[in-house]
């Protein structure tokens, strides 16, 4: 076993590991060249693998060839030579005007690392998007706000990694919803209200792990069911009636996610989020 040395996390490196690594270390003029063992436990490495990328933050910046104000994923301390993504898709300049020879005396990444921030990048990564510019990582969107990793949606603003969905708010990972708030993991979804980790359902409110249902509240792990009250079943009039009852209540969502906070510790819980996968490990894959 090793010792992490950022965390103290103990780690070990299995026979597995050491294979892989040795059936990907590159061969130069027929010298193989190894990769080392990792000295940094998985999630440290996972830590740094990912500290390059920025998805939650936005900067006010200057564009280092119009000087005009853009608003950029990279921090204007940085140092790095920010540009408007107009600027960076034309022409009026040359890529390779900023090669140079490479100094064998020096590190290798000291002068990755001087090239990396003399190259201009461009202010924010998005893909043919209209009225949506404070969003990163996005494409073909419309009328978006602070969104991050999503394509197709409109009218969506603060959530995370949505596709195809229409006037979704706070919510992350949904696919193909429309009127969506504070829902996670949903997809094919329409006019819910703290949902997660469902499928195909509808006019739900603070329900998990449903599944093709409609007017469900307060309730987990149904299939194709409708006008489920806490689990129970009742006609749609009474549905009705208890919805009613209950958003009388003074702090009425509050309660309503504090019960579905203790209905998900209670629940039974699938070992993971997959689907139609063979001899493989993780979760949502």
């Not at 026979?15 to 990792?38: C, M, T």
Request: aromatic fraction near 16%; include cysteine; charge should be neutral.
């Amino acid at each position: 076993m090793k010792t992490c040395p950022l965390c103290c996390t103990k780690f070990g490196v299995t026979h597995e590991n050491r294979a892989f690594y040795d059936k990907i270390s590159p061969v130069f003029n027929g010298v193989q060249y190894l990769i080392p063992e990792p000295t940094l436990c998985q999630n440290c490495r996972s830590q740094r693998r990912t500290l390059h990328r920025n998805e939650q933050h936005l900067y006010h910046n200057t564009s280092a060839f119009s000087q005009k104000n853009v608003v950029s994923i990279y921090n204007p301390h940085s140092h790095l030579t920010v540009v408007s993504q107009e600027e960076w898709f034309s022409d009026t300049w040359d890529a390779k005007s900023f090669g140079r020879d490479f100094d064998f005396s020096l590190p290798f990444f000291d002068q990755f690392f001087d090239l990396f921030n003399k190259v201009p990048v461009a202010n924010v990564v998005s893909v043919n998007c209209e009225n949506s510019a404070f969003t990163t990582g996005t494409g073909y969107c419309k009328n978006c706000y602070l969104i991050n990793c999503s394509e197709y949606c409109e009218n969506c603003m603060y959530s995370k990694l949505l596709q195809n969905c229409r006037d979704v708010l706070d919510c992350s990972y949904c696919y193909d919803s429309e009127l969506l708030y504070e829902c996670i993991s949903f997809q094919k979804g329409y006019n819910c209200i703290f949902v997660s980790y469902s499928h195909n359902s509808s006019d739900c409110y603070f329900c998990e792990d449903i599944t093709g249902c409609h007017h469900c509240f307060l309730s987990t792990g149904l299939k194709n069911k409708s006008y489920f009250f806490r689990n129970k079943k009742f006609s749609k009039e009474e549905y009705t009636r208890q919805i009613r009852a209950f958003f009388t209540q003074e702090n009425a969502f509050q309660k309503g996610k504090n019960e579905l906070e203790i209905m998900r510790e209670n629940r039974i819980h699938k070992y993971a989020h997959n689907m139609n996968s063979e001899n493989s490990t993780g979760d949502f894959i």
